[in-house]
């Protein structure tokens, strides 16, 4: 069974700087796409960042230039670095993993997600 296992979020104040990890395990598939997103309360789901399968990266607004995303292929292992937080920052981060398969003609995904870990900047 596939599994996404976030770590590290946590509390801290405004211009503090936070890692987390996500750890898929149980792939049996290749993982394509690697990312993250965030919710707010009362607000929707937004991409905060993705890794691509070409190694390209793509950056909400609100983050570029303060938060980094990278991925190490071998160990299914996304992280994303945090610096310069503020309090609109605060929100529930997930990891998510997509795996692409078939062929050029015809292709499908299988997309996964983590269960959460909360992140709250406040004075």
């Known amino acids: 069974q596939v599994q996404l296992v976030e770590s590290g979020g946590g509390l801290l104040q405004p211009w503090g700087s936070l890692r987390l990890s996500c750890v898929a395990s149980g792939m049996t598939r290749r993982i394509d796409v690697m990312d993250w997103y965030r919710q707010a309360p009362g607000k929707e789901r937004e991409l905060v960042s993705r890794s691509n399968s070409d190694f390209t990266i793509n950056y909400a607004d609100s983050v570029r230039g303060r938060f980094t995303i990278f991925r190490d292929v071998a160990k299914n292992t996304v992280y994303l670095q945090m610096n310069r937080l503020n309090p609109d920052d605060t929100a529930v981060y997930y990891c998510?993993?997509?795996?692409?398969?078939?062929?050029?003609?015809?292709?499908?995904?299988?997309?996964?997600w983590g269960q959460g870990t909360q992140v709250t900047v406040s004075s």
């Open positions: 998510h993993a997509v795996s692409r398969y078939g062929t050029v003609e015809r292709t499908y995904e299988n997309d996964y």
